[in-house]
């Protein structure tokens, strides 16, 4: 059974910072890809940051080119998001996706950026 939970999130400043975990549990790790979305009130949900699978080369949106890192550990089974130069507009619910032919989703974890 598939598992992800995220956790990491809280109330930051701006400029400040925060790392996101996603562990995941009930498949092949290293095998499928993996993201993070995001979605703000009153708007969709979207892609942040991307990675195929465990070494590859990650991909991100263009809002957070340059302040946010994607990394997955393989041997703790975990995806990570580090976040740095926050801003107000980072403000969102944080998700997790595997993607194995059908996604599968976090239970999503608060960000907040204010001062």
């Known amino acids: 059974q598939v598992q992800l939970v995220e956790s990491g999130g809280g109330l930051v400043q701006p400029g400040g910072s925060l790392r996101l975990s996603c562990a995941a549990s009930?498949?092949?790790?290293?095998?499928?890809?993996m993201s993070w979305h995001r979605q703000a009130p009153g708007k969709e949900r979207e892609l942040v940051a991307a990675m195929n699978n465990v070494g590859s080369t990650p991909s991100y949106a263009d809002s957070v080119k340059g302040r946010f890192t994607i990394s997955r550990d393989g041997a703790k089974n975990t995806v990570y998001l580090q976040m740095n130069s926050l801003e107000p507009d980072d403000t969102a619910v944080y998700y997790c996706k595997l993607s194995t032919g059908r996604d599968y989703w976090g239970q999503g974890t608060q960000v907040t950026v204010s001062s």
């Open positions: 009930g498949f092949t790790f290293r095998t499928y890809p």
